[in-house]
């Protein structure tokens, strides 16, 4: 750097980098930097640190967001590990969402997040950034911004939660709290034990021990090479997460050296092996919405149909609640990711690029042979023997609908049943426990108008049980929405269904009393009414699509995509898709 060390002044650079990027327009780029320099100076800063590669790290941590309780801890270890390499750490706020404490649902603002991670990337000089997030939408929110931004970034996760204890019993959120609150709703157990189990379901800071949406994040961002290998599966308060933290400052230096910019790690073969491990882990459904739309922000469209066809050849191996037995800290003692990278070999792009520099094979070999556990299975012996989503298609649903098969009641997957249909959210509250509403176990709930549009998407697929019926021993009901549902709940539930029912498509027009079809096995979901008379519904009864006159939620409402588009902003994707995938391998 030319510099009059007298002055303070100085030349911008033919190809700024650190503190020279992206100067403030005043019209007079040297002053802009004079100004930049003395202002950072204010801080302390010497003109020596102020000549090193500038890594950004996005600061999530909030008293609204325990699941980012550590965000302090790993802030300094990033830190440490981005001057050891020879870097400047330089932390900024973002938005942070938790999924408990954001009205009406973190879906509604994990768009607006990732616009914020996006434009705080692009405004402020930094030569890579290290994004820390966790809970379920900061991470699919980061990477979305990223995507976008363009820079060299890397993940960082907070980690999951320990696991607490009930009477003896290991518990952890989030799978054990649907658990227990569905044993008071039946009137299994009392007032005083659902409050004893509520100080135990959560034992510390971090994500929900489970393979819930977070856990399911973390897993496919290593998957997709946007995180450390080894990075997803450590607890938040452990040594071994703040290890992880300090070689994800390092890894950022090299990364801004090198350029390594998020296009040429989030390749179409990259997110083919993102969904061969979502599907693997038994994964959240929610995982499908959130990869479509990180993958969209790259120009590269999610073929539903070819994802369940990789579904039919990839199973469950991770014995995790919900789908299997055990939590995330047995996951990360089985090895953790590399552990299901192995079995999965045969099956990924091992040429895929990582943040490391390294690919994916690569990685794999550095990570030497596993050892002998029982969390994850061996591909010839899985928990389940096909992937844990499947995609359905029929009258229902033309543009399709998912379904947790891994954590579904196989008794229901095949089934014909009547439908009690929910108008709403409201009107399912109004109903669900009256003892005057009239069904049975072997009917078919219909909750409509929780779609993008209708409602921002809440997590309100996971329909409860009618409280007679709770009360009489019924466990699992075929449940259809969409919505969406926690990767944490289990059952046999029906989500996504696409057109949603607010903009018009089929499930507008479900009365009660059809009759409903559901066959995983045939991938088909049917309602057993005909054309005609749909469209005699639709025509007596058109949808009003919801409309807002101002802020945020006019921007929402008015440029939201459906569920198979990843429930993004229209004008946050490229004009064209450049790629399609999964490919059909055998066109190869």
Known sequence: MSEDKKSGNSKPKDDPAGFHKGLTSYGDSGFSLFLRKAFIKGAGFTDNSLDRPVIGIANTGSAFNPCHG???????????????????????????????????????????????TEEMIRAQPMD???MIG?????????????????????????GSMLTGSH??????????????WGKYRADEIDG????????????????????????????????????????????????????VAERTGATAVA????????????????????????????????????????????????????????????PVLIDLKPSGQYYMEDFHHAGGMHALLRELKPLLHLDAMTVTGRTLGEELEAAGPGFKQTVVRPFGDPIYPQGGIAVL?????????????????????????????????????????????DVTADDILVLKHIGPTGASMPEAGYIPIPKKLARAGVKDMVRISDGRMSGTAAGTIVLHVTPEAAIGGPLAYVMNGDRIRLSVQQRAIGLLVSDAELAARAKANPV?????????????????????????????????????????????
């Open 393 to 437: 298609r029929g009258n229902l649903a033309p543009g399709g609908a998912i379904i947790k098969q891994s954590a579904a009641d196989p008794v229901l997957m095949e089934h014909e049943g009547r439908a009690v249909v929910f108008e709403n959210l409201e009107d399912l509250a109004a109903r669900i426990d009256d003892d005057a509403l």
């Open 544 to 588: 009003k699509t919801p409309s807002a006159e101002r802020g945020y939620r006019k921007l929402f409402l008015s440029t939201v995509t459906q569920a198979d588009k990843g429930v993004d902003f229209d004008f946050l994707r490229p004009a064209a898709m450049t790629e399609r995938i999964p490919r059909d391998r055998t066109k190869d």
């Open 134 to 158: 966790g809970c379920d939408k900061t991470v699919p929110a980061q990477l979305m911004g990223a995507a976008s931004a363009g820079i060299p970034a890397i993940q960082l996760v907070t």
């Open 70 to 116: 550590n965000m302090p801890q790993l802030i300094e270890a990033v830190k440490r590990g981005v001057m050891l390499a020879g870097g400047l750490p330089m932390d900024f706020p973002t938005i942070s969402i938790h999924e408990s404490f954001a009205s009406p649902t973190s879906m509604y603002l994990r768009n607006l997040m990732s616009i914020d």
């Open 255 to 314: 990364m801004a050296i090198s350029g390594l910019t998020p296009d040429k790690i989030m390749t179409g073969k990259a997110f083919e092996n993102a969904l061969r491990v979502l599907l693997a882990i038994g994964g959240s459904t929610n995982g499908i919405i959130h990869l479509t739309a990180v993958a969209g922000r790259m120009g590269i469209e999610i073929d539903l149909e070819r994802l369940d066809a990789l579904g039919r050849e990839t």
């Open 167 to 180: 009477r003896s019993e290991r518990v952890g959120a989030c799978t054990d709290c649907r658990r227990y």
């Open 128 to 130: 890579a950034v290290v």
């Open 192 to 243: 005083e034990e659902i409050a004893d189990v509520n100080n135990q379901l959560v034992a510390s800071v971090g994500t929900c021990s489970v393979m819930g949406t977070a856990s399911t994040m973390a897993c496919v961002t290593e998957a997709l090479g946007m995180m450390l290998p080894g990075g997803a599966a450590p607890a938040a308060v452990t040594a071994d997460r703040i290890r």
